[in-house]
Structures are given as structure tokens and as C-alpha cells.
T-cell receptor, first 114, second 113 residues
Framework: ETGVTQSPTHLIKTRGQQVTLRCSSQ?????VSWYQQALGQGPQFIFQYYREEENGRGNFPPRFSGLQFPNYSSELNVNALELDDSALYLCASSLDGTDHQPQHFGDGTRLSIL | GESVGLHLPTLSVQEGDNSIINCAYSNSASDYFIWYKQESGKGPQFIIDIRSNMDKRQGQRVTVLLNKTVKHLSLQIAATQPGDSAVYFCAENEVSGYSTLTFGKGTMLLVSP
């Protein structure tokens, strides 16, 4: 069974740039959620994709957007990067976004904004 | 919004001791809870979960207790090992059309040999 994989592992960008982060879900999982984890904090929910549609969204501005593909992999896009966007971005997959199923996380992408 | 909080930011124990990590939650609509372990440089790793219709669940060396009356969750680790050193998060899950996890800040568990 292949777990959740994310790429790249590290990324450095400057303010105003755009970034795309990628996630491959665990085999058999159709739901992907994205989280932002600031240093010393717990992860914060950004949004969730279920069967290629956004299924729920946290308190993040529209410059955070995403996609889910037919194979259930997903992308997180962030436009107009700000210094506060520096964080670990985590992707989690689960079997079903509307039931009590544990979310399994990848090791994240560390994004640094200069 | 409502969030999950932890009482102790750091817990130091000796190898072989039992560890107890506590968590308070505030959202009465939460009906599913998960404990995660996060090691440095890695993503959160699923440890154990519990639904709100249960008050106790056991896994390998771990037990989760849920007290809905006082909105309290705990993770007990038996015979703690150095490899258990990590940050532990409890997360609450409210399913309302979609499932999202709300995390607290975490508790650092330090296990001394």
C-alpha cells in the first residue's frame, strides 16, 4: 500500500510569486485535504477535495486554490505569496470525506518565503 | 472558531513509565477524535481514533479515553520508549457535509533512557 506522497519537500519563493504543491493520495483514497502548519502550531485546515470537487474550505483567502485529478492526486496553488505563507503544507487523504475515516498525512512541503 | 487545546505543552518521562497526554475540546458537535504523532521533519502519523459513542479504545500500547461530559480526551502510552518522543496532537472531527480536522497546538513528549 503506497502512502501519501508530496512534492517538492522544500521550496523557497519570494513575495508576490506563485507556487504549486503536489500530492498523491494513498491508494484507494478518494478524498484529499490540505493543511497549513506554522512552526510550533497544529495544522490548520485549508480545503478538501472529494471526487474532483472542493468539498469544504477553511478560513483561507481565495489566493489559496486547488485541484483534484481523476486519479485523486491533488494540487495546492498559492498566488501572490506573502511572508506569512511560510509554513509546512500538509496533504492528507482519506477513504471518504463524509464519514468517520482517519486522514493519513504525507510528510509535507516546507515553503519558505523571502 | 472553536478549537482543540492541550493542557501540557511538554511532558518529560523516563523510559518504561506510562505517559498520559490530555486534551480539551470545545466543539460539542464533534463526533470523532484522532490522536496523531508528529516526529521532527515528518507529517502527523495516525495513532488511534475514537468515535463519540465510545468512551475508551485500546490499541497496541496506547489507550484513548473520551469523556464527553467534560469534553476531555486523553492518550495513554504504556511502557514509554525513546522512540515515542515526538509532538502529539489530538484532533476533533465534525462531519457536516464534509469532514475536517481541528488540531490543537500539540504536546511534546520527551522520553529519557
Amino acid at each position: 500500500e503506497t502512502g501519501v506522497t508530496q512534492s517538492p519537500t522544500h521550496l523557497i519563493k519570494t513575495r508576490g510569486q506563485q507556487v504549486t504543491l503536489r500530492c498523491s493520495s494513498q491508494s484507494g483514497h478518494n478524498t484529499v485535504s490540505w493543511y497549513q502548519q506554522a512552526l510550533g502550531q497544529g495544522p490548520q485546515f485549508i480545503f478538501q477535495y472529494y471526487r474532483e470537487e472542493e468539498n469544504g474550505r477553511g478560513n483561507f483567502p481565495p489566493r489559496f486554490s486547488g485541484l483534484q485529478f481523476p486519479n485523486y492526486s491533488s494540487e495546492l496553488n498559492v498566488n501572490a505569496l506573502e511572508l506569512d505563507d511560510s509554513a509546512l503544507y500538509l496533504c492528507a487523504s482519506s477513504l471518504d470525506g463524509t464519514d468517520h475515516q482517519p486522514q493519513h498525512f504525507g510528510d509535507g512541503t516546507r515553503l519558505s518565503i523571502l | 472558531g472553536e478549537s482543540v487545546g492541550l493542557h501540557l505543552p511538554t511532558l518529560s518521562v523516563q523510559e518504561g513509565d506510562n505517559s498520559i497526554i490530555n486534551c480539551a475540546y470545545s466543539n460539542s458537535a464533534s463526533d470523532y477524535f484522532i490522536w496523531y504523532k508528529q516526529e521532527s521533519g515528518k507529517g502527523p502519523q495516525f495513532i488511534i481514533d475514537i468515535r463519540s459513542n465510545m468512551d475508551k479504545r485500546q490499541g497496541q500500547r496506547v489507550t484513548v479515553l473520551l469523556n464527553k461530559t467534560v469534553k476531555h480526551l486523553s492518550l495513554q502510552i504504556a511502557a514509554t520508549q525513546p522512540g515515542d518522543s515526538a509532538v502529539y496532537f489530538c484532533a476533533e472531527n465534525e462531519v457536516s457535509g464534509y469532514s475536517t480536522l481541528t488540531f490543537g497546538k500539540g504536546t511534546m513528549l520527551l522520553v529519557s533512557p
